[in-house]
């Protein structure tokens, strides 16, 4: 059964290089449900559910009247609608919340719902499909998800990992030519975000498919081991003189603690997570206290998640395609749902978007697979190079202005 209204997409979390090709993909959907005449207007949430409860709405087929502006937007960096870290608690412990959420559904005869994030932006759209059905209000509520971490179950890959994995690979590649200039020997630690799970740390390996790659790699998935560690570089250093350590901010002692938290103050965000930064440092005073070789640790932060002028061409138009794909799949009569990427088994890469059940990805964490750590825990296998490897693939082809990438402003 068709369902008429309109429709709003917000984003939230952390923004990727990705996550306005999704956005993209979102009101290009919209566009073909309006020429059908299903959706009639779909609105933007500026700052996500922030936004939306504050009534920061802007009309998305007025700012795009142009759709040629869509392909900007495609290449444009960070959240173009803004974004929050905002946790809804239950609907019985905040009811007023959730009243204004109605409130404002019925006011603007909102029927589709689009939320575009990681874990914990799925969880609002649990709360939220749950909320709507429980009250008796006709309303689709469908996961777009997105994150440089790849950490969403259901689904082989994440829209938004495929751009930091290549712009990771690249860089690692870049510090791995200029630290081979000189003979004495040298340790350089470079920090990948990463808090759970090691998916772009593990890219980090990709920069070997050209050449040299880091020669160690420290992922959350194995214990973190002093001893081991400094074993692991003595080794490598016998080999030549300068070596490059990969490594995930989340990575932790067998205690449980993360090996960066002394750098920090302990406070954790709305979500209960650890502020993490700080791991790199810690190691580099390892090795300079214990080894006493040059060392310096670099830590990547945001130019991971930003750096779209390094985006993989596959990553955006997988993610233009998972945008549409959630329109459809609400139209269709999907909610409470994440879109999902599935490849297809074959030497090609072949993917599919289809749809799972919330239920079971908020608040699960998908973790890298043994089969693609090495039996040390300090390298990846052929196997995650291979799995890796095709979501890096293509490139941008950019338009410039003043010598620099064109960016589009909501």
């Not at 081979?180 to 990948?192: G, L, P, Q, S």
Request: aromatic share 6%; glycine share 10%.
């Amino acid at each position: 059964m068709l369902l008429h209204g309109n429709a709003v997409v917000g984003q939230s979390g952390g923004p990727t290089a990705a996550i306005n090709a999704t956005l993209s993909g979102v009101i290009r959907g919209a566009l073909d449900a309006k020429q059908k005449g299903i959706i009639g207007t779909l609105y933007g949430m500026r700052n996500g559910i922030e936004g939306f409860l504050s009534e920061d709405l802007v009309d998305l087929f007025k700012t795009f009247e142009d759709v040629s502006d869509l392909g900007t937007l495609e290449a444009t960096p960070a959240a173009a609608l803004g974004s929050c870290r905002r946790k809804l608690k239950s609907h019985e412990d905040d009811a007023p919340t959730y009243d204004r959420i109605l409130e404002i559904l019925k006011k603007y005869n909102i029927r589709y719902f689009f939320y575009i994030g990681g874990n914990d932006s799925m969880d609002t759209v649990l709360k939220l499909s749950r909320y709507a059905a429980s009250h008796d209000y006709e309303l689709r509520v469908v996961g777009v998800p997105k994150t440089i971490d790849n950490d969403l179950m259901a689904t082989d890959h994440t829209p938004g990992f495929g751009s930091a994995a290549k712009f990771v690979a690249t860089t690692v590649a870049e510090i791995v030519r200029d630290i081979n200039v000189y003979t004495m020997d040298a340790v350089t630690i470079v920090e990948i975000m990463g808090r759970d799970a090691g998916w772009l740390t593990a890219s980090a390996a990709l920069a070997s498919l050209n050449g040299e790659g880091p020669d160690l790699v420290y992922l959350p998935e194995r214990v973190f081991d002093e001893e081991r560690f400094i074993n692991d570089v003595k080794d490598r250093l016998k080999d030549h003189p300068a070596i490059l350590v990969a490594v995930s901010e989340g990575v932790r002692f067998a205690d449980g603690e993360y090996v960066g938290a002394g750098t920090q103050s302990g406070a954790v965000d709305v979500f209960g997570h650890k502020y993490l930064a700080g791991t790199g440092k810690v190691l580099e005073s390892i090795v300079k206290n214990r080894i006493g070789c040059k060392v310096r640790s670099i830590e990547l932060s945001l130019t991971q998640r930003c750096a779209s002028h390094m985006a993989s061409l596959t990553d955006i138009n997988e993610s233009v395609t998972v945008g549409k794909g959630a329109v459809e799949a609400a139209i269709s009569g999907k909610t409470g749902v994440m879109m999902t990427i599935e490849r297809a088994v074959g030497e090609d890469y072949v993917t599919t978007v289809r749809c799972a059940d919330i239920a079971g990805i908020a608040n699960a964490i998908k973790t890298v697979p043994d089969e693609y750590i090495n039996e040390d825990g300090n390298g990846i296998t052929e196997a995650g190079i291979e799995y890796l490897k095709p979501l890096i693939m293509g490139e941008l082809s950019l338009e410039y202005v003043n010598g620099l990438p064109k960016h589009f402003v909501i």
